[in-house]
């Protein structure tokens, strides 16, 4: 797990306005948290369409996984569902992967929307990036999470690094799309 602060540091290295949010801002409580999980850090992205970056734990057993979890505000989300990317392979399990899918709950016109834009499907497969999407009406925003993480053998703890440059515009590309999509 990065020390407290680092993920700033590394935001800042890709060229994002990122700052440790204070103590007590309620946007740390507004996704993430439940079934075991706690917020223990909150990160203010300044001039993005993601905003937040929620760092939550879970423990299991004597193993703790710390997940990134990115939020986008955005005004007129009405229900809540949830979307993945789901790998195509020429082989079902075994084969070679030729394409992703978006699979959920949530309108099929955000989904057709997301699965119609080429370039990020084949970045997101060239990264070998496993992406889940939120909807929360209580709150008011989508919540993005990386599903891929590392393992610290020192510490017996699952943690994700930061996003490079480029899985960072995929991320912004996905933001733009749900913030651009109407009926949802």
């Known amino acids: 797990m990065h020390p407290r602060g680092a993920l700033v540091d590394e935001l800042r290295a890709i060229g994002l306005k990122a700052r440790l949010a204070e103590a007590g801002r309620p946007e740390r409580y507004v996704v993430g948290e439940g079934w075991g999980r706690r917020s223990g850090l909150l990160i203010e992205i300044c001039g993005e369409p ?12 004597q193993q703790t996984q ?3 979890i990115y939020v986008i505000p955005g005004p007129g989300i009405l229900e809540e569902g949830w979307l993945k990317t789901v790998r195509v392979k020429t082989i079902p399990m075994f084969g070679r992967v030729v394409g992703l899918r978006w699979k959920g709950k949530m309108v099929v016109s955000l989904i057709r929307r997301l699965e119609q834009d080429v370039l990020l499907s084949q970045i997101l497969m060239r990264l070998k990036e496993n992406i889940e999407i939120r ?3 209580e709150f008011g925003c989508w919540s993005l999470v990386s599903l891929q993480h590392k393992f610290d053998i020192r510490t017996a703890r699952l943690w994700q690094p930061a996003p490079s440059a480029e899985k960072w515009e995929c991320y912004k590309t996905i933001a733009r799309h749900l913030l651009g999509h109407k009926g949802t």
């Open 135 to 137: 909807s929360d009406p």
């Open 50 to 61: 993601i905003r937040w970056v929620n760092i939550v734990s879970k423990s299991r057993g």
């Open 66 to 68: 710390y997940t990134n």
